[in-house]
């Protein structure tokens, strides 16, 4: 019998990446395991999916190095997916945005990114197999004023992605990014009663993203973008 493909979701918490860890393990099949600065407080979405977690802060290359070391051990093999969720958000004028605390949503929201596709294609790489995906935002593809530091790590994680995908591609590995154009809803955040169907729904992106990876590698996605019906964009 063969085992189980696994997933590793970087950034994990109680909202989007917990619809995708439900979904890739329900529905995929896979063997989930989640990071996380703070992995206690996924207890709950650990006992229910008989899931690993593991503690990291995605933006330290030592932390990363000793995660896929963990996961190494944990698994017995390399991971079929890693999904990108971090992201850090600075707002304010650009005269007055702080420039270390823009200097750290950087390094979470791209520079992380970077470090944890190098470790994923690594592992990949030797297979000829894996995929990578990368969850981007509307600022990854427009810059708002006031988020000048959450649109330069967006655009730069989109590159990565872009650039990753034209040289994994033709080795074997899928590189896809997931442009989430709106609100996400969540148990503490749903629309307001006049806008109905205004954001978008967490399982629904997920089955997106297993979409992606059930995708013949004939007719490969790199980019995917979604929002609601009632969107304007």
Excluded at 93 to 115: C, K, M, N, R
Excluded at 161 to 173: D, F, K
Aim: with cysteine.
């Amino acid at each position: 019998m063969h085992a189980k493909p696994s997933a590793l979701i970087v950034g994990a918490g109680g909202g989007l990446s917990a619809s995708l860890a439900r979904v890739l393990s329900r529905d995929g099949g896979y063997r989930v395991a989640l990071a996380a600065r703070h992995p206690n407080k996924l207890a709950p979405l650990v006992q229910e999916l008989d899931a690993l977690a593991l503690a990291c802060d995605a933006s330290d290359p030592a932390q990363v190095d000793a995660l896929f070391a963990q996961l190494d051990r944990a698994f017995q093999a390399p991971p079929d997916v890693v999904i990108y969720n971090p992201a850090a958000r600075v707002g304010g004028p650009i005269t007055e945005v702080d420039a270390q605390a823009v200097a750290q949503a950087l390094a979470v929201t791209a520079y992380g990114g970077f470090l944890v596709a190098q470790q994923a294609a690594r592992r990949m790489l030797p297979r000829g197999q894996g995929a990578l995906l990368f969850t981007g935002a509307s600022a990854s593809v427009k810059g708002y004023a006031h988020s000048a530091a959450f649109a330069m790590g967006k655009f730069a994680l989109r590159g990565l992605a872009q650039s990753l995908a034209r040289e994994l591609a033709p080795q074997g590995i899928h590189v896809a990014h997931v442009v989430i154009d709106g609100a996400i809803r969540n148990p503490g955040r749903v629309e307001p009663a006049g806008a109905p169907d205004s954001m978008l729904d967490p399982d629904a992106i997920a089955r997106n993203y297993l979409q992606l990876l059930q995708q013949d590698r004939s007719a490969w996605s790199w980019e995917l973008e979604l929002r609601p019906w009632v969107e304007r964009f």
